[in-house]
Structure formats: C-alpha cells, structure tokens
C-alpha cells in the first residue's frame, strides 16, 4: 500500500516523517506546480476554490508515480473543506484513478468510525506506536515553524540576497530527513543555526506586515505566488497569522495536543466586528488584525483564493477593522489567473504607502520632541 | 404608534416568511417586507457590500438598504447559523448580520438573535423568546406568537407540497387573490435551486414564468417533502453538511429519476461555495444513470438575459423531441 497525500507548504515533512516512523511506504505528488494547477482546473469543478483543484492535481500526479491510497484531513462543515475528499475521489473515480481513500475528520457517530479509519492506514501497529508516530509528526512541525520564523526576521535584513532561502532550504531538508527524535532535535539545532548564521545587517529599519487569511493559501508558496520571499525581498518582515503546528494539531489530530500557541486571543479580538465563527479561519482573520496592530505591525495582507467563503466574510469586516486600529489593509485574492508580475507591483505600491506612514509618524514624533524641548 | 419590524425579502423569507411575521404581529408589531426585487435594490445591495460575495448576499444587502429606507424601527436578519440537527446554511449566512451592521449607513436596530439548532433542536424556541422579549414582558404572549408562527410554517409547508410556489403560498394563506395552479403544459420540468433565487424573478431572470410561457408544468426543489429529500441525499457518500445542499442534491436525484420529470435544470449562483459542490456531486452521480436530461446553469449579475434564454429554449425542445421519441436517457451537459 503506497500512501500519499495533498501538498501544503512543508506539510509533507511532518505526515511523511509520520508515516514512515510507522513503516508505511510514502508516494509524494511532485512539487506542486503549474501542471498540478492545470490538471486540477481541467477536472475540477469550475468554481471550486483553489486548494480543492490542487489537491485534485497532486493526486493525479502522484498517481502517475504509483500512490494506491489517499490520505487526507476532512471536517464537519460549514466550509467547503469538509467534502472535499469526497467529490475529489468522485472525479477520480470518474477519470479512471482507481484510489482508496482515508479521510481523518471527526466522526459522526462514534469514536471507533475514526480508529478504523486510521486502522486502515496503520494496519496492526499498536496504538502506542501510532500515537508516538503523531507525536514525531508534530515535533517535525514545531521544528520546521522554528526555521521558517527565523527566515522571516533575515529574509528583509540579508547582506546577500537569497541566502535566507539557500539556508532556509538547507534546514528543512535536514528536518526532512531526520528519522529519530534524537536526530530531529539535532537537525532542528542545526537549522536553526543555519539560519542564524545567514549574514545580515541587524541595524536595518524593516517594515513588519502580517499575512492573515485562508490557510491553504498562507502555507503553500505555489498558491501565494511566494509573497513571503517577494516581501522579504522588499524589505519587508513577515508574520503568519496560522503556523502549521498549529494547522497539525487542528485537522489531522483534532487539536487533540493542548496548550500550544492558540489562536484563541484571534477570535477574542474579533468582537465587535464579527461576533460568530464561520467557517475556515474567517473568525481568526478578523482577529488578528487588532492583534498585530497592538504589536507594533506596519500592515496587513488578508490572502485567500477566489470565491473562499469565510474570507469572503471576513473581506467585508476587515476595512473597519483597519481603520478603527489604524493599520493599512491590503487584500489579495488568488486564482488561476493571478501572475507574480501583477502581485509584486501591488506588493511595491504596498510597501511604499507603509515606508511612507512610517517615516511620517518618525518624522512626527521627532517635531514632537522638538517642540517640547523649546518650549 | 405601532412598533415597526422589517423583514428583507432575501434569504430564507421564502421559508420563514409566516413564521416571522405571525410572532412579530401577535406582538403587537406591524410587518414591514421589503418591495421586490428590482434594478434600484440590487445596485445598492452591490454597491454596500464587498464584490466577492454571491448574488444572493449582496441583494440581501439591497432589501435592508430598501427597509431602512421605508422608516421601520427594527430590521429582522437572525444569524441563521443552523436550522438542522449538525448542519449548516453557508458561512456566510452566519456572518451576514454583522457584513450587515459594518458596512450599511443609518440603520435602524438590527434584531440579529442566533438561531442555531446545530446542537440542540429545541434552540429555536429559546431564540424566539429572546426575540419577543424586546417586545413584551409577557411569557405568555410571546409563547402564544411562536405558536402561531409555527403553525403558519406547517401551513407554508403544506402549500409547498401540494406545488405552490413560496411568494404564491402567502397570498393564498394572508386571503390575497391568486391565480389557480396552472398544470396545463404538456412537459414536466424540475428546477433545483437556492430558493432565495429561483423565487425572486428577478435575480432568476422569471426562469419559472418563462418555463411556464414555453409549456411546461414546473416544480422546485422546494415542492418536495422533507424526507424524501434527506433520504435521497443519504445515498452520498457522506453526510452533507449544508441544510439547503442537501435539499439540491436528494431533489436532483428524485428529480432525475422520476419517469414524471421530463427535464432538470440545475441554477446555481456564480461564487457560491456550496453550489460549486453540490452541481459537481448532482452532475457526476448520476450521469450514468439518470432517466431525464440536465441542464446546469450558472447565474451572476452579469448574466446576459440573452443567453440564458437561448439554452433555455434549446433546452426545452430537446426535451419535447426526446419525449416525443421516448428515447432512453441521453445526458446533456455543458
Ligand atoms: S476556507 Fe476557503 S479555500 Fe478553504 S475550503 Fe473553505 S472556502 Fe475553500
Ligand atoms: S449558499 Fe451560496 S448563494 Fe447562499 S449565501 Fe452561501 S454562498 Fe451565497
């Protein structure tokens, strides 16, 4: 049984390196790329979101290399995510992909409609085992948020351009191959120092901005057209309102692990603008924007696919938000069609508009000071 | 001077109308629907709210923006959040009060009581009686309202199945004049579609008066009764989580498999979430085996009248042709 599963950023280090801590074979998609886009455009539904269309272009590709079964996370509503495993396997069906499919979500009746579930992907490993290989799986995500949140602080302030992601590269292929706890901790370390160790100018004014919106679209490069390195590049120190620990620890083990980063401070915040979950990250969304402008942030990005629905919500709230907290708002909205060209030029204009703000407030309290020193 | 409430004529008015308007008038209150759908309605709706959402929710914009304009001293719009035992509508039925509040100037009080049966079933009178409250300290009363509303649901319901249409029902349950059940066409056609479009002939482009003009008898998704719904939709793969979803897809496969329908046209909304779900699994199921054609139409604000009407009409004589024929099941899709 080949096992494989939808592409999101680096998630495929954390579920590989848990299922093969259990001995399951592994059968990756490819990268995902243009032809993961065309694919899943050409079978998808034509106003599906986009994850669903790349999840569809992974899976036929990962077909091409041999995958038997599918392994993914699912859920109870009111987002579309929820049934994306099912009309994604009835296109399979469909073009003649003969898969087998494993959804992790909650169950509807009883807790064992979820272990057999898992049984089918874990065979007769013990619980005990099952359970250490998840606790594997999510130590490699902690380990691979720890890199990339030191890519964001040297990404704006590296000496030599590209060095954050020659480094950053470098550090998760060790965490990728680490096979042990042991040797995770090590890579970890040693990721971490790499990143350290990329040269930069500590004494750099840089623009922080926060990126907050849909998931998928946060932690998959191919889908934000890689705006953390074109902001990096720009100046710019980023901040990403949902790490994929904490996306590990919601959908694939029901935030069965306790006491992590939560983004519950998000939705406390989300009053008076947006008093009701809904859906997807809608409510965090909102919530983050007081969050991050009490924090000192410069701006803010909201990013999700066309037609996202709790976006779409939050979308409508946001400019309020911002107002009221002063923080500009920019919002990006991806779809099959969006290039990278178009998205730097409005990344540029961005992050002018911010330089400018911030060197007004500078220039503000300086005639501030002044004018209490004479008087 | 009486109390006025308004009530948009958006969203689930098409299901709840009698219900709200028998509590609020036991109240004491006098009613207050927004007018119909027009082109002044439904620029304002898109000019208040933000471009990326559907069709439905930016006209539900325009009917508040409509009552707020006729004086009324509340606007009804509950946060629908679920009308089902572990279902929901769309998310964005479950933000719409406050896109609502943050982003239409001058409003009168917004009533945006959470109505959620996800959990518990029986929420829904709990939410009344927050509702009443606002009104009235008498328990009694606003028991006796919900009561009464409730039976108007029952009534609404039963006109439903016997084939009115929602905005039909009402004139027959609030004594106004209607126009007999017409049942002369010599075709059958099925729509299955958000009933917050396929209702408002505007928005829906009189999809069910054009139907009627060309021959046909219509029925909606609405007309069915809601078990046979549910259990249709029991042959998915898993539980739907959508309340009206739901109600698409059991109506598509009874629609489809029923030797009295002799066309199915399926409407979904440009941008709508659950739409873009619900037409692929409806589509996909039952290409094999279905007895009668499909059509899938797609529908936003740009949709050109033209275009629409065409298909419509192609549509409509391959359905006669292949009656006449009484050929065995041939697939049409786009
Ligand atoms: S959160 Fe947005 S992109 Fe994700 S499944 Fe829901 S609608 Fe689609
Ligand atoms: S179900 Fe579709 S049409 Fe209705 S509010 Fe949601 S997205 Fe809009």
Redesign the interface.
């Given at each position: 049984m080949k096992v494989t599963f939808p592409h999101m950023g680096n998630l495929y280090i954390c579920v590989k390196g848990m299922l093969e801590y259990l001995g399951i074979e592994v059968t990756m998609p490819p990268k995902t790329s243009k032809r993961t886009l065309t694919l899943g455009s050409k079978y998808g539904?034509?106003?599906?979101?986009m994850p669903l269309k790349l999840n569809l272009g992974n899976f036929i590709e990962a077909s091409e290399l041999g995958a038997e079964t599918i392994m993914m996370a699912g859920g109870?509503?009111?987002?579309?995510f929820?049934?994306y495993?099912?009309?994604e396997?009835?296109?399979l069906q469909?073009l003649g992909y003969d898969y087998d499919i494993v959804v992790l979500e909650p169950p509807?009746k009883s807790i064992t409609e979820l272990t057999s579930r898992v049984r089918q992907i874990t065979g007769k490993k013990s619980w005990w085992k099952v359970i250490q290989s998840i606790r594997y799986g999510y130590l490699k995500s902690r380990a691979v948020d720890t890199v990339e949140l030191l890519s964001f602080k040297t990404r704006p302030r590296e000496l030599l351009t590209g060095e954050t992601d020659r480094a950053l590269n470098q550090a998760l292929k060790e965490i990728d191959r680490a096979q042990t706890v042991e040797e995770l901790k090590l890579a970890e370390a040693r990721g971490s120092e790499m990143m350290q160790d990329v040269a930069v100018d500590s004494n750099r004014r840089v623009i922080k901005i926060a990126l907050i919106g849909e998931i998928f679209t946060l932690l998959e490069p191919f889908a934000n057209l890689n705006i953390e390195r074109h902001l990096g590049r720009l100046g710019v120190e980023v901040d990403r309102s949902i790490y994929l620990s904490e996306w590990i620890n919601d959908h694939l083990f029901m935030g069965l692990l306790k006491g992590i980063r939560s983004t519950k401070e998000y939705c406390r915040n989300a009053s008076p603008?947006?008093?009701?979950?809904?859906?997807?990250h809608?409510l965090e969304t909102v919530g983050s924007v007081p969050v991050y402008a009490k924090q000192g942030y410069d701006g803010v990005i909201q990013l999700f696919p066309?037609?996202?629905?709790?976006e779409?919500?939050?979308?409508?709230?946001l400019p309020?938000v911002s107002a009221a907290y002063n923080i500009p708002l920019m919002t990006l909205?991806t779809d099959e069609h969006t290039g990278e060209a178009g998205m730097i030029t409005r990344l540029e204009a961005f992050v002018d508009l911010l330089e400018r703000k911030q060197y007004q407030n500078y220039q503000g309290a300086r005639s501030q000071e002044l004018e209490v020193r004479m008087s | 001077m009486t109390t006025k409430v308004g009530i948009p004529r958006a969203l689930l008015y098409y299901y709840y109308y009698p219900m709200w308007k028998d509590f609020f008038q036991t109240l004491g209150c006098e009613v207050v629907v927004s007018d119909k759908t027009n082109k002044s309605i439904l620029s304002d709706g898109s000019k208040n709210?933000?471009d990326?959402?559907c069709l439905p929710v930016k006209l539900a914009f325009g009917h508040v923006i409509n009552l707020a304009n006729k004086n009324v001293d509340y606007i009804f719009i509950p946060?629908l959040?679920s009308m089902a035992k572990?279902?929901?509508?769309?998310?964005?039925f479950?933000?719409f009060?406050?896109?609502v509040k943050?982003?239409v100037e001058n409003l009168p009080e917004i009533i945006d009581t959470?109505i959620n049966m996800r959990l518990k079933t029986s929420e829904i009178s709990n939410a009344y009686k927050q509702v009443g409250r606002k009104f009235t300290g008498n328990r009694f009363k606003i028991w006796q309202a919900y009561r009464k509303g409730q039976k108007s649901v029952q009534r609404l319901n039963e006109l439903l199945l016997s084939g009115y249409m929602p905005e039909e029902a009402f004139a027959v349950m609030y004594g106004k004049e209607k126009d007999k059940l017409s049942s002369g066409g010599d075709i059958n056609i099925a729509i299955i579609c958000h009933p917050y479009i396929i209702h408002d002939s505007y928005i829906s482009m009189n999809l069910i008066g054009r139907l009627e003009k060309m021959g046909a008898n219509v029925v909606t998704a609405d007309n069915l009764p809601e078990e046979l719904v549910r259990q249709q939709a029991t042959k998915?793969?898993?539980?739907?989580?959508?309340t009206l979803g739901q109600r698409m897809v059991g109506a598509g496969y009874t629609f489809v498999n029923d030797n009295n329908v002799d066309g199915v046209i399926n409407l979904?909304a440009?941008?709508?979430?659950?739409?873009?779900?619900t037409?692929?699994?409806i589509d996909?199921?039952t290409?094999k085996t279905r007895k009668a054609p499909l059509l899938n139409l797609?529908l936003d604000e740009h949709t050109g009248e033209a275009g629409i009407v065409t298909r419509l009409e192609a549509f409509i004589d391959m359905v006669r042709w292949k009656k006449s024929k009484q050929l065995p099941g041939v697939a049409l899709v786009n």
């Open positions: 539904p034509e106003f599906a979101c109870c509503g009111p987002c579309r929820g049934y495993a099912q009309v396997h009835s296109i469909d509807d603008y947006l008093n009701h979950f809904v859906g997807g809608g066309f037609t996202c629905m709790p779409i919500v939050a979308e409508s709230l309020k909205i | 709210c933000v990326e959402a946060r959040v572990q279902e929901y509508i769309c998310p964005k479950l933000g009060p406050d896109m943050h982003n959470t998915l793969p898993k539980r739907l989580f959508w979904a440009f941008a709508c979430g659950p739409d873009s779900m037409s692929e699994l996909r199921t290409k797609t």
